[in-house]
């Protein structure tokens, strides 16, 4: 396959991952960014949001990115949030999958490993979750992609004499290094592995010393950028940088969160990634870290992780900044496996059986994770949108208020027509007919007294739902929405109007219950159907409603 259709087709499967993977990975990734942007653009208020925004501990710049995407976005005519929020996923996988063509062509350029770079291309287009990170619109994600573009943009312009032909490309290598440590500040560590790189290397040359009247004047630059943004996020001038290392190393609020032991990256990382993938993938990353270790790439992922390993509080989506380095690493140390191998039939026979098992699982979480929304509630959230977008609907959920998530509201993807109450105990409350009840089972539990429901809303699509082995559903936690309507008909006289629509619909059933008449005229009186479920398809008399004058 020609790298143009390799590319198109990863074009594509980013694409279908960013509309499907709506919602965030971590709730950082909406309350940090999304939150603050809408707070900005005036449409929620302070109170409502994290308490970092308070403490000014995080950077104003990727708000700043989201703000303006909204407001070109609103220029075109977009205002659902949902297809903003789209748009900035899809940005951010394109850009990521552009990235990592450019540094597959670098790569080639290696005799060494030639094939390195094809090789890449396709680990981005196969391994299950690189598609699924690419996309995110969150701070490690742009953190580690401005940062990945900083350090191709500096080895190009260190190989041999292009530093004399191409001096903007370290000017610009300084500037998005630097934009990498204002969209997450745990990449001052990176950056300092680069920094002992370039002291180094100007050791033994004093083209590297040329490099940097370039290099500082573009990290100069970044600088302002941050501080101009932090600004214009709290209306005065703070350094977050600091305020977060006060607050959260000094003070130790981040250990709130639970600490985790040294080795917790190691143990995380091989069962997240599912073995025998991780297994695999753990081992070429140790080879590609002892072969490259004069490389920049090592120089600056070992003082990242040596200084998250000291940290006491842990998450495994702290690594991802890294994926670049760990991804061009690990396809050097399979390419130097491969080469052991060549020599040993036996080794080289079993290495491929549990490459190929490794390959097909990694198939199947593929399409999975490429498929599956990243946070279900979002899902539900839009299905909401669209269903109240002309029409007022209370929804009635249990315990919380509906937008609320991490004990703090989603304003962002908030609908204007969703008016919501919240219950304790279903049956003692009264649920008006087309009212919505949300659920986070699949099966709603202890339905309302005198009232008929609908599941109208699923995350699962219904070819799966139509299949029930050992009532699997009873038993699933997951969101769905019902619909709720009278379970009784209190008028004779619709009862007789639908007794009209059976006879003049030629109905297959000969038997009249009253309970589906009631759900049927009070479903359709007091609520058009709007949704996939509405009972038409239950009955089949639409050419027959105007009986309902009678």
Known sequence: MSQRATLVIALLLYAITAWFSEGYHHPDEHFQVLELAHYKLGRSASSELPWEFEAQIRPGLQPALAYGMIRVAEAFGIQNPFIQAFLMRLCSGWLCLWLFWAWAS??????????????????????????????RFSSENMAGLSFAAGA????????NTALKRRPYYLFLAGFLLGLSF??????????????????????????????????????????????????????????????YFISNIIDDKAAYWGTSPWWYYFSETLMTAVPPISI??????????WIARKHLLVWSLLPFLLAHFVVGHKELRFMFPMLLPVLVLAVWGMLEVEKYLSAHTTARLWYRRFFVLALTLNGLLLTARCLLAAQESVACFRFLYDYAATTPVTVYSHKKMLYEVVGLNMNFYRAPNIQNQMYVDIKAKKIPVGALLLSQDLQLKNPPKDSKTERIYASFPDWILNVNLNDWQSRTRMWSLAYSAKSIVRSAKSVECAVSLLVFSNMKRRTLRTDDFGLFTSHYINHPPRHKHHLFRRFSFQPFLHLFEC
């Not at 005799?111 to 391994?127: D, E, I, M, P």
């Not at 191709?152 to 190989?159: F, K, P």
């Not at 695999?280 to 870290?289: E, K, P, R, S, V």
């Open 280 to 289: 695999l993938l753990l081992i070429f990353l140790a080879i590609g870290i």
């Open 152 to 159: 191709l943009l500096l080895l190009q312009s260190l190989e």
């Open 106 to 135: 670098w790569l080639e350029k290696d005799a060494r490993y030639a094939s390195a770079g094809n090789w890449l291309r396709w680990s981005v287009l196969l391994l299950w979750f690189v598609p699924y990170l690419s996309v």
């Open 182 to 243: 204002f969209f997450r500040f745990q990449m001052g560590f990176a950056l300092i592995g680069i920094g002992a790189w370039m002291f180094w290397k100007m050791l033994m040359s004093d083209h590297f010393l040329k490099a940097l009247r370039y290099v500082l004047p573009g990290l100069f630059l970044a600088i302002l950028a941050g501080v101009d943004t932090d600004y214009w996020l709290y209306g005065k001038f703070t350094f977050p940088a600091y305020n």
